[in-house]
């Protein structure tokens, strides 16, 4: 069992430029979330899922675009990179209405500089 | 604004004491998490605790959710240099989408040998 996937790793872009952030989860889980990690600042929201076609902004949405076509995948689209989206970017998956269990499970994460 | 504040936000104890972490809401969430993280790597559930006065034990580590399920504690009894991390308290908030979670800040704990 994968559980999340995420890529890539590492990245460096310039400011401007644009790229995607993938996440795939083989969990069969509805909810799926993008969250950034910054020092002292814990996980805070991006974007969220609950179910294929359907997302929503969290707490700091601004920059990024998501959509969920399939239940697996849900990317992360920076849409012109700035410096301060210089962070450590994780995917997590939780919650089916199968299972009713809300434990989230997390991608590796990305760690994205923009210089 | 934070809906979990969890203290502290920096722990450093030698080898052998015992310490507590604080998650506090003015908030009642339906469930609560803890999860460690270690550098390099995602979040890693630890444990749920759903009930009012709920108290859960993994080996040393000790969750107590409070009785008005507004907040909760994970109290570490002789930590060892395995235990460094960062810890995350995350609930589950009632009237909430279903699957969101809210985290606090974490608190990053630190073990000497």
């Known amino acids: 069992n994968a559980g999340v996937t995420q890529t890539p790793k590492f990245q460096v872009l310039k400011t401007g430029q644009s790229m995607t952030l993938q996440c795939a989860q083989d969990?069969?889980?509805?909810?799926m979330s993008w969250y950034r990690q910054d020092p002292g600042m814990g996980l805070r929201l991006i974007h969220y899922?609950?179910?294929?076609?359907?997302?929503d902004q969290g707490e700091v949405p601004n920059g990024y675009n998501v959509s969920r076509s399939t239940t697996e995948d849900f990317p992360l689209r920076l849409l012109s990179a700035a410096p301060s989206q210089t962070s450590v970017y994780f995917c997590?998956?939780?919650?089916?209405?199968?299972?009713?269990?809300?434990?989230?499970?997390f991608g590796q994460g990305t760690r994205l500089t923009v210089v | 604004t934070q809906l979990l504040e969890q203290s502290p936000q920096f722990l450093s104890i030698q080898e052998g004491e015992n310490l507590t972490v604080y998650c506090n809401s003015s908030?009642?969430?339906?469930?609560l998490q803890w999860y460690r993280q270690e550098p390099g790597e995602g979040p890693v559930l630890l444990v749920t605790?759903?009930?009012?006065?709920e108290v859960k034990k993994l080996k040393r580590l000790t969750f107590q959710f409070g009785d008005a399920r507004k907040d909760s504690s994970l109290h570490i009894t002789a930590a060892q240099t395995g235990d460094t991390g960062l810890y995350l308290c995350?609930?589950?908030?009632?009237?909430?989408?279903?699957?969101?979670?809210?985290f606090g800040r974490g608190t990053q704990l630190t073990v000497w040998p």
């Open positions: 908030s009642v969430f339906s469930s």
């Open positions: 969990m069969n889980h509805e909810y």
């Open positions: 995350a609930g589950a908030k009632r009237g909430s989408t279903l699957g969101r979670l809210y």
């Open positions: 997590a998956s939780s919650y089916s209405f199968a299972s009713r269990n809300t434990e989230a499970f």
């Open positions: 899922s609950v179910g294929a076609g359907i997302t």
């Open positions: 605790v759903v009930t009012g006065g």
